[in-house]
């Protein structure tokens, strides 16, 4: 229930989105909604996964459950963009303690033959969010107000801490007394400057002062961590996640498949509507896909490594990614929905083998005491990777995008913004608003050669990957177990 409070979040409120903003007027604030979630739960979860070491699991799911109901209530009452941007960054501080305690207590409470099963069941409840988020979405900004997709929190928010105080004992072993807050600022800052200018630079541009000075501030303060680190006799992050091989191993490859989780949700939307004119719902349709292949593939993973080895599956899962990022490759302007599904499914298949690999190894050789803090390492590199994936394949759809649109049409566009607001037109379904004539060709073969240049994006991100799970050590069963 706790991992269903965050999963679902995205989704449903994904879906309410546009009567929002219609409501509070604010469409020029509308990418900071998601943007500041995901830069205040990213920053904090290796904090968090300390911090669980430390003071207990329960305890700081407590605190995180809490938090984000705090600013689900808010969110509801919000009466601005301002408002509700602040008070989503609340829901994130909360969602970044909710993602790894979960995914630690799973590693506490299973022995490793039943944690690699439990794993894929609990990788599930991604997949049902993804499935029911939308559709609950819907009915709510439709029968009720878009207020409720926030407020549907409390109930679910609320059975999660009644079943943690009735059914779950704390029984992990704790470790250490300090907590190192300086560290811990200067880890959530810089590490929020970091995605800042991942996520805003394309915008801002990577060599406006802004994007230089986040640069620069986060290379600054990462920099102090480090050295915070190395005199603090309690780390936040302890050597063991660099020195042990099976967790940098994990972390390295956990880095470039969050660079290939965001892939198909960034592209295949753009790529359906502005391209093939389909309707915004049916690209949800085929984006739900890599929800339906990721769970099932989850729960693969995990009987499936406990007979060859998790090395196995964690390279099989490079290799369906790779097959995914060809298969998708081979899109043209006469592609059907169905085709565009099956490689979302692919993607989701290589996604669930490999990330649950990664966790059940790492979950296997750190000690318990620093159960915590190693599993939320995991989660930790999935989101900076997510960020970097964003930027790097923004940055190769619209410059692809942008270099085989002919003269013709961007002189009839007004130059290069031109070209970009047509795009925007294309994608406005609810307000179509007419292009001159023989645009729309144009820009459809042009957001071809970029979506394509995307999926060469991915293969290579997939081969890098399939380099990296090469040097996990071959072992099989619970020889693993720490």
Known sequence: MSLFLAAIDGTIVATAMPAIVGELQGFGLYPWVASLYLLVSSATVPIYGKWSDIRGRREVLFGGILLFLLGSVLCGFSQSMG??????????????AIMPVTQTIIGDIYSYEERARMQGYFSSVWGISALVGPALGGFLVTVLSWRWVFLVNLPVGLLAFFLLLRFYEDKAPRHGRRVDYLGAALLATGVSSLMLFLLQGRQWGWTSFPSLFLLALSLVLLFLFV????????????????????????NLGGLLMGMLIVAISFSLPIFMVGALGHSPALAGTVVASVSIGWPLFSTISGRLGLRTGFRFTAILGTLFTALASLWLYGISLSTSPLYLAAGAFLMGAGLGLSTTSFIIEIQAVAPPHLRGVATASQQFVRQVGSALGLALMGAVLYSLFLSHLDTATLRALGGTQGALSAVDHLLDVAQPQP???GIEGSLAQALLVGTRGVYLFTLAVSLAAFLTVLFFPRRRGNASEG
Do not use: N, Y
């Open 83 to 96: 408002q509700l941007i602040f008070f989503r960054a609340l829901q994130g501080l909360g969602a970044g």
């Open 227 to 250: 050295l915070q680190e190395r005199r603090f006799p309690e780390p936040l992050l302890p050597v063991i996640l660099f020195t042990e091989r099976v967790i940098w191993v994990s």
């Open 435 to 437: 292009l001159p004539a």
